[in-house]
């Protein structure tokens, strides 16, 4: 299955994607090492869920009387860790939009190739065959598949339609201005194209990732830069910018300003 991407053995590149709001986006790609460093902050903190786990129901099953009894309770048991080593990552994922203890301190998130958010149903297909990418032992499946393919996807992402990238924070420049002249905002000659490709963006970043929310603001204001005066093109490059300008269009709208 691994050879369905595979290239070269080399490092993980940059993945491209092309959003509907007409901007191509790119994400560094997290690599063998970075994922080691998230699963073995999971593995720690999974462990001493675990291990509460385990010592109370050997507690239950030292009360209890009887072989049929106990025997229940070691399957309830095992039954309760499988549950536990498959919840826990599928249950952070899902809640936390991609991330689990382990990624968010490595700042790493779980995706979708086509650049969105992982679903639900992606986040259970990756981690149920983790147990497959476990095997042997210490992910020996799945680190062979990540190296053999450039996404460094392993047999659960390859299987989910998800990879996992690095998640850095985009930092506005500090010299921005809060907002331009009213002005400016007011003779903006933002054309049909344009303030479409920015209602498109405030309509969807409700589902995205903070980074992913500011690089795509970030691209857009710099995609628009040619239509907007200098004093405003910092500005725009920011939700808040974007925010403006949709503003600002839908006002000259209004008032039969545009074409």
């Given at each position: 299955m691994c050879g369905a991407a595979v290239s070269t053995m080399s490092a993980p590149d940059a993945f491209s994607v092309p959003t509907p709001e007409q901007v191509e986006l790119e994400f560094p790609v997290a690599n063998l090492g970075s994922r080691f460093t998230a699963i073995l902050l999971d593995s720690i903190v999974g462990g001493l869920i675990g291990f509460v786990v385990l010592i109370a129901g050997l507690a239950v099953a030292r009360e209890l009387r009887g072989r049929v009894?106990?025997?229940?309770?070691?399957?309830?048991?095992?039954?309760?860790?499988?549950?536990?080593?498959?919840?826990?990552?599928?249950?952070?994922?899902?809640?936390?939009?991609?991330?689990?203890?382990g990624k968010r301190a490595a700042r790493l998130r779980v995706m979708s190739v086509d650049g969105r958010p992982a679903t639900v149903g992606q986040v259970l297909i990756r981690n149920l065959l983790r147990l497959v990418d476990a095997l042997p032992g210490v992910y020996a499946v799945g680190a062979v598949c990540m190296l053999l393919n450039?996404?460094?996807?392993?047999?659960?992402?390859?299987?989910?339609g998800t990879l996992v990238v690095h998640e850095g924070e985009t930092a506005l420049p500090p010299s921005l201005p809060a907002a331009p002249p009213a002005a400016i905002a007011a003779a903006i000659g933002l054309t049909p194209e344009d303030l479409q490709l920015i209602e498109t963006f405030l309509h969807r970043r409700g589902g995205m990732p903070a980074g992913l929310r500011a690089a795509t603001a970030e691209k857009i204001g710099a995609r628009l830069a040619e239509h907007l005066p200098p004093e405003a093109r910092e500005w725009a490059q920011s939700e808040a910018?974007?925010?403006?300008?949709?503003?600002?269009?839908?006002?000259a709208v209004g008032g039969g300003r545009r074409a």
């Amino acid at each position: 299955m691994c050879g369905a991407a595979v290239s070269t053995m080399s490092a993980p590149d940059a993945f491209s994607v092309p959003t509907p709001e007409q901007v191509e986006l790119e994400f560094p790609v997290a690599n063998l090492g970075s994922r080691f460093t998230a699963i073995l902050l999971d593995s720690i903190v999974g462990g001493l869920i675990g291990f509460v786990v385990l010592i109370a129901g050997l507690a239950v099953a030292r009360e209890l009387r009887g072989r049929v009894l106990e025997t229940w309770v070691t399957a309830g048991l095992l039954l309760a860790m499988f549950l536990l080593y498959w919840g826990y990552f599928s249950i952070f994922e899902i809640a936390w939009r991609g991330q689990t203890p382990g990624k968010r301190a490595a700042r790493l998130r779980v995706m979708s190739v086509d650049g969105r958010p992982a679903t639900v149903g992606q986040v259970l297909i990756r981690n149920l065959l983790r147990l497959v990418d476990a095997l042997p032992g210490v992910y020996a499946v799945g680190a062979v598949c990540m190296l053999l393919n450039r996404r460094a996807q392993r047999l659960g992402d390859l299987a989910a339609g998800t990879l996992v990238v690095h998640e850095g924070e985009t930092a506005l420049p500090p010299s921005l201005p809060a907002a331009p002249p009213a002005a400016i905002a007011a003779a903006i000659g933002l054309t049909p194209e344009d303030l479409q490709l920015i209602e498109t963006f405030l309509h969807r970043r409700g589902g995205m990732p903070a980074g992913l929310r500011a690089a795509t603001a970030e691209k857009i204001g710099a995609r628009l830069a040619e239509h907007l005066p200098p004093e405003a093109r910092e500005w725009a490059q920011s939700e808040a910018g974007l925010e403006g300008l949709a503003a600002a269009g839908r006002a000259a709208v209004g008032g039969g300003r545009r074409a």
